[in-house]
């Protein structure tokens, strides 16, 4: 099972905070997104970054591992 | 004595995060501050409220990156981080950053640095409640 | 509330003038200070304490005159100074710039030439006691 | 008259923090400046700053006004 997170305006779009994906061999980063957008295809016109149990991943192409927490988040605006 | 990295709801209090900092050395010369405030108004409206939505243990791991990149790049005594993660009105604090080093220029250089890299990798949005209904902030380039 | 540029003998609070910055408008996004203080060790000797000679009236004219230019050159929507004139120990306080304004840019980069411009305009001078004896501080170029 | 203050590091070569000079018609800055400098050579060695009146002025031809304060300061180091 990969964990899927969201916050603030993905949220909105999304209508939820958290949702849970069936983990499957050799899953990477980007067939999740893949799949979630086609789902959300509004959250995710504004998401542009990605962390993968908390940490920034640049890389789409990262296998994931079972039990993940992956998060698909918008541009920054703390501070 | 508090984290140097925190995210919190409560204010905080500039002299005492100066106190701290400058416990950590007797050879700190120079100490930049910025203190991030909210603003009555925004892009052309009013605005009542601001609230955030945060990734928290992502933001506290991200900020604590970034304080221990800074004191590195720019040879730093110390540095401190607080963000606020509430609800705040204008003139409300929301953000404050400190880098104390030996001389000024490095202080300066990395204050600057340190909210301009903030506003790039920690995971913290901002929702403005505005007489025209709420909407999150879109930051720009 | 105090003078928003002033040469003291007594220590000032941070908080204290940040409010006082503050105060001045409800569209502060952003404020950056510099704190000056006193190290207990300056060119490779140890230093006991700093006293200062000022030439205060023209001091307080020039800083006067350095944060309204720090107003119109940035943009600011306020600026504070503050120079304290007395005898200082390692961790003291010296001198206190802050810079207000709608965005950040132009709060960090005022407050940076603020305080280079000070050193060059201000006519105070700094004198370190060290074990070897007493000496005024020459400034690099 | 014409009242010369000194400050900081020009006072300790000096020996005094004021002194008075007489004035002279049609009497410039840098007049002033050469006659004192001739009395206190290892204080003008680094006096690199003038004021009048308490305002800085870059050229020595300046006619001084009677009563004039005039200052000799070395190379600032306040901040």
Same mark, same amino acid.
């Given at each position: 099972?990969? %964990?899927?997170?969201?916050?603030?305006?993905?949220?909105?779009?999304?209508? %939820?905070?958290?949702?849970?994906?069936?983990?499957?061999?050799?899953?990477?980063?980007?067939?999740?997104?893949?799949?979630?957008?086609?789902?959300?295809?509004?959250?995710?016109?504004?998401?542009?970054?990605?962390?993968?149990?908390?940490?920034?991943?640049?890389?789409?192409?990262?296998?994931?591992?079972?039990?993940?927490?992956?998060?698909?988040?918008? %541009?920054?605006?703390?501070? | 004595?508090?984290? +140097?990295?925190?995210?919190?709801?409560?204010?905080?209090?500039?002299?005492?995060?100066?106190?701290?900092?400058?416990?950590?050395?007797?050879?700190? !010369? !120079?100490?930049?501050?910025?203190?991030?405030?909210?603003?009555? #108004?925004?892009? !052309?409206?009013?605005?009542?409220?601001?609230?955030?939505?945060?990734?928290?243990?992502?933001?506290?791991?991200?900020?604590?990156?970034?304080?221990?990149?800074?004191?590195?790049? #720019?040879?730093?005594?110390? +540095?401190?981080?607080?963000?606020?993660?509430? &609800?705040? &009105?204008?003139?409300?604090?929301?953000? #404050?950053?400190?880098?104390?080093?030996?001389?000024?220029?490095?202080?300066?250089?990395?204050?600057?640095?340190?909210?301009?890299?903030?506003?790039?990798?920690?995971?913290?949005?901002?929702?403005?409640? &505005?007489?025209?209904?709420?909407?999150?902030?879109?930051?720009?380039?």
């Amino acid at each position: 099972m990969i %964990k899927v997170l969201f916050f603030g305006p993905v949220v909105e779009r999304i209508g %939820k905070n958290a949702l849970e994906v069936g983990y499957r061999d050799d899953m990477t980063l980007q067939e999740l997104r893949d799949e979630l957008a086609l789902h959300y295809p509004l959250a995710f016109e504004i998401v542009c970054f990605f962390a993968v149990n908390g940490q920034h991943v640049r890389d789409l192409a990262l296998p994931l591992a079972d039990n993940s927490e992956v998060t698909f988040m918008a %541009k920054f605006s703390g501070g | 004595m508090k984290d +140097a990295v925190r995210i919190q709801s409560d204010d905080f209090s500039q002299d005492e995060e100066i106190l701290a900092l400058k416990a950590s050395s007797r050879r700190m !010369g !120079g100490i930049a501050t910025f203190v991030g405030c909210a603003r009555d #108004f925004s892009e !052309g409206r009013d605005v009542a409220e601001i609230s955030f939505d945060a990734y928290g243990s992502m933001a506290v791991s991200e900020m604590k990156q970034l304080r221990s990149d800074a004191i590195a790049k #720019f040879g730093l005594l110390d +540095a401190r981080i607080v963000h606020r993660i509430c &609800t705040v &009105t204008a003139g409300d604090n929301i953000v #404050f950053i400190a880098a104390g080093a030996e001389h000024r220029v490095a202080a300066l250089e990395a204050c600057r640095w340190m909210i301009d890299e903030l506003k790039l990798r920690v995971p913290i949005w901002k929702k403005e409640v &505005t007489p025209q209904g709420e909407a999150w902030v879109v930051p720009h380039p």
